[in-house]
């Protein structure tokens, strides 16, 4: 069964930029996106179809999807971006979430 | 604006049945596929079912293939998961959540606040 990977935490200083990958066979050839998930609340969608943001997602958000890896980039992070982030892409009528990357803004 | 709302959680036993609904506001529930999602304690995202906007197309994943059910009242905008022979593994916060597209593009735009379910004897 297809399986992404992520690495389970990522750290950040305030206003540097973040990066999140997620890594699969062949990730590229298939749409990759991203939730947020913040404690207690449900997940959000911030980037979808490998690179697109839905409207209210602010611009420090992107996203990118090539080979074997997709990247979720946050830029200027901001405290209110710690939270847990999942990737999520479809293979074979199924849909794959990453485990998770807990994203501390120290 | 898009609004889920789920229903139907609670505490079972093992081998008990549940069914779980999610009201839909705010869009054209028939037009979209619709996913239910769910997240155990202190753990990730699992898919756990999808419905096609007539319902003509369902999909699991292995996990609850052959126990739980997926199925949609689009006269009443209400999507449904029948759950059967529940083990304590299924203990899980329960969403349902909004395809992205008309037709279905797998990601999920909209998410309910979900419903715990405990299974428990």
């Known amino acids: 069964s297809y399986e992404l990977t992520q690495p389970p935490s990522v750290s950040v200083s305030p206003g540097q930029t973040a990066s999140i990958t997620c890594s699969g066979d062949?990730?590229?050839?298939?749409?990759a996106c991203w939730y947020q998930q913040k404690p207690g609340q449900s997940p959000v969608l911030v980037i979808y179809?490998?690179?697109k943001r839905p409207s209210g997602i602010p611009e420090r958000f992107s996203g990118s999807n090539s080979a074997n890896t997709a990247t979720l980039t946050i830029s200027g992070t901001q405290a209110m971006d710690e939270a847990d982030y999942y990737c999520?892409?479809?293979?074979?009528?199924?849909?794959?979430f990453g485990g998770g990357t807990k994203l501390a803004v120290l | 604006q898009v609004q889920l709302v789920e229903s139907g959680g609670g505490v079972v036993q093992p081998g008990r049945s549940l069914r779980l609904s999610c009201a839909a506001s705010?869009?054209?529930?028939?037009?979209?596929?619709m996913h239910w999602v769910r997240q155990g304690p202190g753990k990730g995202l699992e898919w756990v079912a999808f419905?096609?906007?007539?319902?003509?197309?369902?999909y699991y994943a292995d996990s609850v293939k052959g126990r739980f059910t997926i199925s949609r009242d689009n006269f009443k905008n209400t999507l449904y998961l029948q759950m059967n022979s529940l083990r304590a593994e299924d203990t899980a916060v329960f969403y349902c959540?909004?395809?992205?597209?008309?037709?279905?593009?797998?990601?999920?735009?909209?998410w309910g606040q979900g419903t715990l379910v405990t299974v428990s004897s």
């Open positions: 959540a909004k395809d992205g597209t008309v037709g279905a593009s797998y990601h999920f735009d909209y």
């Open positions: 705010g869009f054209t529930f028939s037009s979209y596929g």
């Open positions: 179809q490998d690179s």
């Open positions: 999520q892409a479809w293979d074979s009528s199924t849909v794959i």
């Open positions: 419905i096609s906007y007539d319902g003509s197309n369902k």
């Open positions: 062949k990730l590229g050839d298939k749409y």
